[in-house]
């Protein structure tokens, strides 16, 4: 009966330390989707960040393809909360916006994000001759 | 004392002068200097110089910042400078910048294709 408990206890400890580093890997074709699709009344994100986030409306607009899936999920969600303020974010992906995201959409959405091809990469300092 | 002063004066002095030299020398269309950029992310290579670099509480990799789109990176530093983004390190370091410094470095990491990296001799 203890021991029973005690699984059950290990495997909720589990659960939740695999949810607070950024939850279970996304799926990128089903964040692809998400990425593209229009809400009523509302924008899909690829009209600003463009295909597969490599472009961006204009030049305060980030490049998103290749970024590092942990770090846009965590933006997302700091955008969802109002942590990270941002007005066109904000309006969009919070739970009464435009284009409010679940926890899974921000998972397969960054998971997507971070396999495409983009000019953003790791900075390398120029070596010193 | 009295033979260290002047020579902390001579410092000041230079220091103070320096953001106006790298005002005085812009390149392009940008107002940024990409050469000043360049020497003033000697310290951002510590974190955004190395592959997987992973933050600590909350743990996500930081972010890849080379080629990212100049206006967002300017808007970036401002808002930790501002407190309006909040990661301690990046509002500590964010906090000495002047708004040359911003558009210096904003200029310079926008400035850094991957074929500058790749084809080096």
């Known amino acids: ?129 | 004392m009295r033979r260290f002063l002047p020579a902390l004066c001579g410092t000041a002095l230079v220091l103070a002068m320096a953001p106006g030299l790298a005002a005085g020398s812009t390149a392009g269309a940008s107002t940024g200097n990409i050469e000043n950029g360049q020497l003033l992310a000697f310290t951002c290579a510590g974190c955004h110089g190395i592959e997987e670099f992973r933050n600590a509480y909350p743990n996500f990799r930081v972010p890849k910042i080379a080629g990212q789109n100049e206006t967002y990176l300017v808007n970036a530093l401002k808002a930790y400078r501002s407190g309006d983004r909040s990661h301690p390190t990046m509002v500590a370091q964010a906090s000495s910048f002047s708004e040359q410094d911003i558009a210096d470095l904003a200029a310079y990491f926008a400035s850094r294709k991957p074929q500058q990296q790749d084809r080096r001799p």
């Open chain 1, 1 to 129: 009966m203890k021991s029973t408990a005690l699984i059950a206890l290990a495997a909720l400890l589990a659960t939740g330390s695999v949810a607070a580093v950024g939850g279970p890997p996304g799926n990128p074709a089903l964040g692809k989707q998400r990425f593209e699709a229009t809400p009523p009344g509302g924008q899909s994100c690829a009209s600003c960040h463009l295909e597969s986030g490599a472009g961006a409306i204009d030049d305060s607009t980030p490049l998103l393809a290749g970024q590092h899936a942990d770090y846009l999920a965590m933006t997302l969600r700091q955008y969802r909360s109002g942590e990270r303020v941002n007005v066109l974010m904000n309006a969009q992906v919070a739970p009464d916006g435009t284009n409010p995201l679940t926890d899974a959409d921000i998972e397969n959405i960054s998971a997507y994000l971070a396999a495409q091809r983009s000019t953003l990469h790791t900075y390398q300092p120029p070596r010193r001759r």
